[in-house]
């Protein structure tokens, strides 16, 4: 009896689909606990940390008497996680990873993650979360593939004749039958020889300088991508502004000293000559910085600055409106330097602050350093100066614009001793320190402003 052509296509199909459905995700629910192998620099602490249960139950259920003994390769019951069996690992989320993508990339079924994780809600995952998941043996096996974002007006057999593909091996991949659909917009996992990508084309790969910022700290987002599409994105109310360095695309953001501790949303967005945008959309989260609070007596005559409301509101704005605005050229390279010779700080950023025994309440915007009357201040970096003049209440103040949204700003200085429009660089002096505005003693306040919001400008030194 001779096979049709025909016939062998549903043979195979068939074959495949028998080989995928035996080597499906691990599920890993089994009978007892679940193991953890120790590694360098674990601690009973971190471990607990890191999996939950408290320190002394993991000490009970591993028979362990002295946990200082921990030693490498060590196998450790963990609490918690009844009913799996394996080896547990935490793995950190990366921006545009959701649960349904970490499904494959760690190889764990949906349930099991939501499970592990005891996840209440799969859509507040954020940037930095730690998600514990299972293997048999130790490894990921990491599924090869990328995700990809099906195009208006794209077809399943398209996609798959893209990516010279079946079309039932894409659905087979995403959990799917021949009766379901994909839609506009959703993201197609897409079986290939190479590492699975976890972000929607163009995005190649996007990095944040810290996955966990706390109040008042800066952010650099760098976002390596196809240099033909042009990038732009928003962080809370916050525009971002990307600029191209070497067909790395960066952002920077500054979070405010006042900003709620919580999960914040960040949006990417791709977009190329006029159509339409891809979008990369993420959590991150604020932590409190821990800022403690400071009271200063003020002199009658200083008092009255602060009395004066309208004084104090022009001049806010007249401060705001110079460090809000953007240019796409960087003046400067390297890290900024500290613009004084001294390193005694009197103030440190983002201290709540009473005047005078009253409820008047808001925040120190910089760092101070104390320093003799007549000490020489230095640009910090290279920049052009947007402000030169005496204001009521911050003094003799210098502004530098350093370019793509960075400010750096200089109050209560003796005298002015640069204008507006001159390029300084750094080292160069651009001012004195004085005791002028609404000042207790001589000393240099220094603040840094990112796209118009104040960060600590010690942070600042470590971005």
Request: glycine share 10%; net charge negative; hydrophobic share 40%.
């Given at each position: 009896m001779?096979?049709?052509r025909?016939?062998i296509?549903?043979i195979?199909?068939?074959s495949?689909?028998?080989?995928f459905?035996?080597?499906g995700f691990?599920?890993a629910?089994?009978?007892?606990?679940?193991?953890y192998r120790?590694r360098?620099?674990?601690?009973?602490?971190?471990i607990s940390a890191?999996?939950?249960g408290?320190?002394?139950?993991i000490?009970?259920?591993?028979?362990?008497?002295d946990p200082?003994?921990?030693?490498?390769?060590?196998?450790?019951?963990l609490?918690g996680?009844?009913?799996?069996?394996?080896?547990l690992?935490v793995?950190?989320v990366?921006?545009g990873?959701?649960?349904?993508?970490l499904?494959?990339?760690?190889d764990n079924?949906?349930?099991t993650?939501?499970?592990l994780n005891?996840v209440v809600n799969?859509?507040?995952?954020y940037v930095?979360?730690?998600?514990v998941y299972?293997?048999d043996?130790e490894?990921?096996?990491?599924?090869?593939?990328?995700?990809?974002?099906?195009e208006s007006?794209?077809?399943?057999?398209?996609?798959?004749l893209?990516s010279g593909?079946?079309?039932y091996?894409?659905l087979i991949?995403?959990?799917m039958t021949h009766?379901?659909?994909f839609?506009?917009g959703?993201?197609v996992?897409?079986?290939t020889?190479g590492?699975?990508k976890q972000?929607?084309?163009p995005?190649?790969?996007?990095?944040?300088s810290?996955?966990?910022?706390e109040?008042?700290?800066?952010?650099r987002i760098s976002?390596?991508?196809d240099?033909?599409?042009s990038f732009?994105?928003?962080?809370?109310d916050q525009?971002?502004n990307?600029?191209?360095y070497?067909?790395?695309f960066?952002?920077?953001?500054?979070?405010h000293?006042k900003t709620?501790?919580?999960?914040?949303?960040?949006?990417i967005l791709?977009?190329k000559n006029?159509?339409?945008?891809?979008?990369?959309d993420?959590l991150i989260?604020?932590?409190d910085?821990?800022y403690?609070?400071q009271?200063?007596f003020?002199?009658s005559?200083k008092a009255k600055l602060l009395?004066?409301?309208?004084?104090?509101v022009?001049?806010d704005?007249v401060?705001l409106?110079?460090v809000?605005s953007?240019?796409?050229q960087k003046?400067?390279s390297?890290?900024?330097?500290?613009?004084?010779s001294t390193?005694y700080m009197?103030?440190?950023?983002g201290l709540?602050r009473?005047?005078?025994g009253?409820?008047?309440?808001?925040?120190?915007?910089?760092?101070?350093?104390g320093a003799?009357e007549?000490t020489?201040?230095?640009?910090p970096?290279?920049?052009i100066?947007v402000?030169?003049?005496e204001l009521d209440?911050?003094?003799?103040?210098?502004?530098?614009d350093?370019g793509?949204?960075?400010?750096?700003g200089?109050?209560?200085?003796k005298?002015l001793n640069v204008?507006?429009?001159?390029?300084v660089v750094r080292g160069e002096?651009?001012?004195?320190?004085?005791n002028?505005?609404?000042?207790?003693?001589?000393h240099l306040h220094?603040?840094i402003?990112?796209?118009?919001?104040?960060?600590d400008p010690?942070?600042?030194?470590?971005?």
């Amino acid at each position: 009896m001779s096979i049709s052509r025909g016939s062998i296509k549903y043979i195979y199909l068939f074959s495949f689909l028998l080989m995928f459905f035996s080597f499906g995700f691990v599920t890993a629910e089994g009978s007892g606990r679940p193991f953890y192998r120790v590694r360098e620099g674990d601690t009973l602490y971190s471990i607990s940390a890191k999996f939950g249960g408290t320190i002394d139950t993991i000490q009970q259920l591993n028979n362990i008497s002295d946990p200082s003994l921990l030693s490498v390769g060590q196998l450790l019951e963990l609490p918690g996680y009844e009913g799996f069996s394996g080896f547990l690992n935490v793995h950190s989320v990366m921006p545009g990873q959701s649960l349904e993508s970490l499904s494959f990339i760690l190889d764990n079924s949906f349930d099991t993650l939501v499970k592990l994780n005891k996840v209440v809600n799969p859509s507040l995952l954020y940037v930095g979360q730690p998600i514990v998941y299972i293997n048999d043996d130790e490894t990921v096996n990491k599924v090869p593939g990328k995700l990809l974002l099906l195009e208006s007006g794209k077809t399943l057999l398209e996609l798959a004749l893209h990516s010279g593909l079946n079309p039932y091996e894409i659905l087979i991949a995403n959990g799917m039958t021949h009766s379901d659909v994909f839609v506009y917009g959703q993201l197609v996992y897409v079986p290939t020889s190479g590492n699975i990508k976890q972000i929607p084309e163009p995005f190649l790969d996007v990095n944040l300088s810290s996955v966990n910022p706390e109040q008042g700290h800066p952010i650099r987002i760098s976002v390596d991508a196809d240099p033909s599409f042009s990038f732009s994105g928003t962080f809370g109310d916050q525009i971002l502004n990307f600029v191209n360095y070497d067909d790395i695309f960066v952002a920077l953001v500054g979070i405010h000293a006042k900003t709620q501790p919580g999960l914040y949303p960040f949006t990417i967005l791709a977009q190329k000559n006029d159509n339409e945008q891809i979008g990369l959309d993420f959590l991150i989260p604020v932590s409190d910085a821990g800022y403690q609070s400071q009271s200063i007596f003020l002199t009658s005559d200083k008092a009255k600055l602060l009395e004066n409301v309208d004084t104090r509101v022009i001049e806010d704005q007249v401060i705001l409106n110079k460090v809000s605005s953007f240019s796409d050229q960087k003046l400067w390279s390297g890290v900024f330097d500290v613009p004084i010779s001294t390193d005694y700080m009197t103030t440190i950023f983002g201290l709540r602050r009473l005047y005078n025994g009253t409820n008047f309440n808001t925040f120190h915007g910089g760092t101070d350093f104390g320093a003799q009357e007549g000490t020489p201040i230095y640009a910090p970096a290279n920049g052009i100066v947007v402000m030169s003049e005496e204001l009521d209440i911050r003094g003799v103040t210098t502004i530098i614009d350093h370019g793509i949204g960075v400010f750096s700003g200089y109050w209560h200085q003796k005298e002015l001793n640069v204008e507006v429009g001159q390029e300084v660089v750094r080292g160069e002096v651009i001012g004195y320190v004085g005791n002028t505005g609404l000042s207790t003693g001589p000393h240099l306040h220094w603040e840094i402003w990112i796209n118009g919001v104040q960060v600590d400008p010690i942070e600042w030194l470590k971005l």
